[in-house]
C-alpha cells in the first residue's frame, strides 16, 4: 500500500508526452529530450526492479551516443556489465506506453507478480548506477531517473556522474564482482594493462621514427575529456596522443565531428585537415563505445582513407592468433598446451565483404548475427576468445572463465621452469588484453589503447595495417517508410522474408553486378529502412543500392 501510493504520487508528475509513443529499439530508448522524462523516470522504475529481481547492481545510463546533442536516451546495463536482458524488453515498452499512473501501477503489481519480485523488507537496498554523457538535458533526465528508481521501496539509485557509456558497463559488472569498481580503478585497470603490453614488445616499445603522434576526435562528448585524464595517467613515451574536439573548444556534439560521422561520410571530421596528412586519426562518438582510425590521404581533398570497425577486429584478430599459436609452440622439455582454446569472430551483414574473406583466410570460425551489441556480444560469449566488431566501430574481446583461469596457471608454471619464456610472454600478453579490453561492451577508451599496443608490437604503420586488405566499394542509403516493421528480415538481416516478392527482386539486381552483394534491413532507431550494397566497383555499389531503394520506395 505504501509503494502504490508512492508510486502514484511520483508518476503524476511525469505524464507521458501526447502522441508519443517510445519503444526500447536497439539501443534503449531515444528521442528529442524533451518529451523524454516520463520515459526516464520509468526506466528508473524498472531499473530498479531489475536490481531487486537479481539482488545485483544495475547500471542505467542517459545518453543518446552519435545522435544530435538535442536528443537523448536511456538504456540499462544488466549484473553482468551487458544489455539488459531481452525477456524485459516488452516491460520496458510496456512501462513507458503506459497512459496514466494507474495503468503504470497495475502494470507494474502484474509484473512484480508474475516476475516474483520481493519489495522492500528488511534486506539491504540494493543499488542502480546513474551514468549520463554530457548532453545538457542530462541533468534534468538524471532527476527523473532517481525519482522512478526511488519510488520503489528497497532500491537505492547512486550517481556516478558524467561517463561513458562504457565506463558505467564497467562499473556495473565490477561491483557484481565485488572488485574494486570506481572510475579510477576502470582508469587504473586500463593504464597498468597498457603498460604491460606495451612492456613485453619483443625489442622495446620504441616507437617507429616518426609515427608516434595519434590525434583524436573526440566527437565533442563525453570521451575526449576521458581520454585526457587517462592520458595523464599513462605518462607515455614515444606515443603522443593529441585530444581534439573534447568539447572544451566549443565545438557542438556530433555536429560534423565524430565516429558516426566519420564513418557514414568518410570525410574529414572538423578539426582536422591538410596539416594531418600523414597522421594516424582516430574517432570516437558521443558515448565513446564506438572507434574507428582514419588518415587524410592528401592536402587538397576532404576525403579520408577509413580504418573501420571491420579493421579492427582484423587487427586483434591477428594480434591474438600470433599469441595462441606461440602459446601453443610445444617446447622442449615442457608439455606444450593442454587447452582447446575456442577463437571465434562475430560481424553483422553491414561487415565489408573483404573483412570476411580475409578472416576466413586466417583460418578463422566467422558467424554473422542482426545488428545490435546485444546480438554480437551474446554469440561472442560463446567463445573462449569471440572478437566481434560492427563495422561502425562499436566491438570488443570477450574471454571465457575457464580460459582465464587456464591462461593463469600457465603463467605460474611457465615462470618456474626456464623454458618458454615465449610461451609465458605469450600468457602475459593475453591476461593483459584481457584486462584492458572492457569485457562488458565496446569501449574506445580501451579500444585506443589496445591499437596502438599492437602496432607497436607488430612495428606496423596505420598504412601497413590498413592494407591488410582492400574494402570492396559500399553504399549505404536510407528510405523513409511510414512502417518500418512492415520489412521482416531473417538470416541475420541478409534476407527479407516480408513483404513477400522483395527478396527475389533484390537477387535479380544483385545478378548484374560482379562481386555484388545487398541487403535492407528496418533501423531500429529512426524510421527508415536501410539498403546496404557493395560491388567490384564504386559505381556499381551505388547503382546496387540505388536500383534497390527503388524497390522499398
Ligand atoms: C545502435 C546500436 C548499434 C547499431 C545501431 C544500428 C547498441 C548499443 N547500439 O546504435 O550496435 O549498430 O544502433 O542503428 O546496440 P540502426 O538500427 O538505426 O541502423
Ligand atoms: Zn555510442
Given at each position: 500500500e505504501e509503494q502504490r501510493s508512492l508510486l502514484l504520487s511520483s508518476a503524476s508528475q511525469f505524464p507521458l508526452p501526447d502522441g508519443f509513443k517510445p519503444s526500447y529499439g536497439t539501443a534503449g530508448f531515444r528521442a528529442e529530450a524533451s518529451v523524454l522524462r516520463s520515459t526516464v523516470y520509468r526506466v528508473g522504475i524498472l531499473a530498479a526492479l531489475r536490481a531487486l529481481k537479481t539482488q545485483s547492481v544495475i547500471g542505467l545510463m542517459i545518453t543518446a551516443s552519435h545522435n544530435q546533442v538535442s536528443d537523448n536516451g536511456v538504456k540499462v546495463a544488466d549484473p553482468s556489465g551487458g544489455m539488459l536482458t531481452q525477456d524485459w524488453e516488452p516491460f520496458a515498452d510496456a512501462l513507458a506506453?503506459?497512459?496514466?499512473?494507474?495503468?503504470?501501477?497495475?502494470l507494474i503489481t502484474e509484473f512484480v507478480e508474475a516476475e516474483k519480485i520481493e519489495l522492500g523488507g528488511e534486506k539491504k537496498k540494493v543499488e542502480v548506477l546513474v551514468g549520463r554523457d554530457t548532453r545538457p538535458s542530462g541533468l534534468s533526465l538524471l532527476e527523473a531517473a532517481k525519482l522512478g528508481i526511488g519510488s520503489i521501496i528497497g532500491?537505492?539509485?547512486i550517481d556516478v556522474g558524467i561517463l561513458t557509456t562504457p565506463q558505467l558497463h564497467w562499473m556495473v559488472r565490477a561491483s557484481n564482482r565485488s572488485t574494486q569498481a570506481s572510475e579510477f580503478d576502470y582508469l587504473e585497470q586500463l593504464s597498468r594493462s597498457f603498460r604491460c603490453l606495451m612492456d613485453l614488445i619483443p625489442g622495446g616499445a620504441e616507437s617507429n621514427e616518426g609515427d608516434d603522434k595519434l590525434a583524436v576526435d573526440g566527437a565533442n562528448g563525453v570521451g575526449g575529456e576521458k581520454l585526457l585524464v587517462l592520458k595523464e595517467m599513462l605518462n607515455l613515451k614515444g606515443l603522443e596522443i593529441e585530444v581534439r574536439n573534447s568539447g572544451r573548444e566549443g565545438g557542438v556534439l556530433n555536429e560534423?565531428?565524430?565516429?558516426?560521422?566519420?564513418?557514414k561520410e568518410k570525410v574529414v571530421p572538423s578539426?582536422?585537415?591538410s596539416q594531418d596528412v600523414g597522421i594516424r586519426c582516430a574517432s570516437l562518438d558521443g558515448d565513446a563505445d564506438r572507434l574507428v582510425y582514419f588518415t587524410v590521404p592528401s592536402k587538397n581533398s576532404s576525403k579520408i582513407e577509413l580504418v573501420d570497425g571491420d579493421k579492427i577486429l582484423s587487427l586483434f584478430a591477428v594480434f591474438i592468433k600470433e599469441q595462441l599459436s606461440i602459446l601453443n609452440k610445444v617446447a622442449d622439455g615442457n608439455t606444450g598446451n593442454d587447452y582447446q582454446c575456442r577463437i571465434g569472430v562475430v560481424q553483422t551483414a553491414y561487415a565489408n565483404g573483404a573483412?570476411?574473406?580475409y578472416l576466413k583466410q586466417l583460418g578463422l570460425e566467422v558467424v554473422l548475427t542482426p545488428t545490435g551489441v546485444k546480438y554480437l556480444h551474446e554469440k561472442a560469449s560463446i567463445y573462449d576468445i569471440g572478437i566481434y566488431f560492427e563495422a561502425n566501430g562499436h566491438g570488443t574481446i570477450l574471454f571465457s572463465e575457464p580460459f582465464l583461469l587456464w591462461l593463469e596457471a600457465k603463467n605460474d608454471e611457465l615462470s618456474s621452469v626456464a623454458q618458454g619464456p615465449e610461451q609465458r610472454k605469450a600468457a602475459l600478453r593475453l591476461l593483459a588484453v584481457s584486462k584492458l579490453i572492457n569485457q562488458a561492451v565496446g569501449d574506445a577508451?580501451?579500444?585506443i589503447l589496445l591499437v596502438e599496443a599492437i602496432l607497436r608490437h607488430m612495428g606496423w604503420s596505420i598504412h601497413k595495417w590498413s592494407e591488410l586488405y582492400h574494402d570492396l566499394p559500399s553504399k549505404q542509403l536510407k528510405v523513409k517508410v511510414v512502417d518500418r516493421t512492415a520489412v521482416v528480415t531473417a538470416n541475420a538481416e541478409t534476407e527479407v522474408v516480408k513483404p513477400p516478392g522483395i527478396q527475389e527482386a533484390i537477387?535479380?539486381?544483385i545478378a548484374k553486378y560482379?562481386?555484388?552483394r545487398c541487403f535492407i534491413r528496418p533501423s531500429g532507431t529512426e524510421d527508415v529502412i536501410r539498403v546496404y550494397a557493395e560491388a567490384s566497383t564504386r559505381d556499381e555499389a551505388d547503382s546496387l543500392a540505388s536500383s534497390v531503394a527503388k524497390l522499398v520506395d
Open positions: 506506453n503506459a497512459p496514466t499512473p494507474d495503468h503504470l501501477v497495475r532500491a537505492v539509485a560534423g565531428v565524430g565516429a558516426d560521422f566519420v564513418q578539426g582536422f585537415g573483412s570476411t574473406d577508451l580501451s579500444g537477387k535479380a539486381e560482379s562481386k555484388g
